[in-house]
């Protein structure tokens, strides 16, 4: 199926800062579309991809429901840490979060939080997508960059997310990164550029 090509706003950012065959390391929540590949390849990458909606446990809301706040942190922050495989001492310079974020819940959001700080610079971005308000539905769909200027959306059957995520909630559960622009997209999404919170 041919992907719906959409206009975006914020992504060049993101990448526009690197030259051509820059080494950067990028983390892509979803399991690295074949277009974000080819476009990636004008730099020297190192890109971790971590499949999150494979990960069953991980995903569902009532896996940890009889572990106390604490603990239920503790799991999550070891299962994100094995889901994301970023080895030690690495540093990222992007995070492609695209919609995976609602597929977590507002714990899950800071476990992943806490596991990515460690891999952040003061320089590091991300990009994703929020919702005007955390009762709306968001649909699930894969992602890929086309070029920096357009994304490639292929729609997953209108499954709806799990989770919804504002964008001040996402800025209070992942508080290493800040909401730093947001414009309206395609079908009601908020896009997001997330820059380091200093």
Known sequence: MEPLLVETRLLAPVFDRFEAQQSISVLDLGPGQGRTVAFLQQFHVK??????????RLVDANAFADYEPEEQLAILRTTLTKQLGLPDGSRL???????YLHLLSPTALIALN??????LTRHTQGYGFGALYNNATVEQDLFAIEDSETLAIFPEDNKPMPFTHSQQRLNESLNSFKVSRGTLLHQGRLELLFERNA
Request: glycine residues 0%.
């Open 47 to 56: 890109l971790y991809c971590a499949d999150l909606a494979s990960a069953a």
């Open 93 to 99: 310079d992007a995070c492609l979060f695209w919609d």
């Open 114 to 119: 806490d596991v990515l700080t460690p891999h």
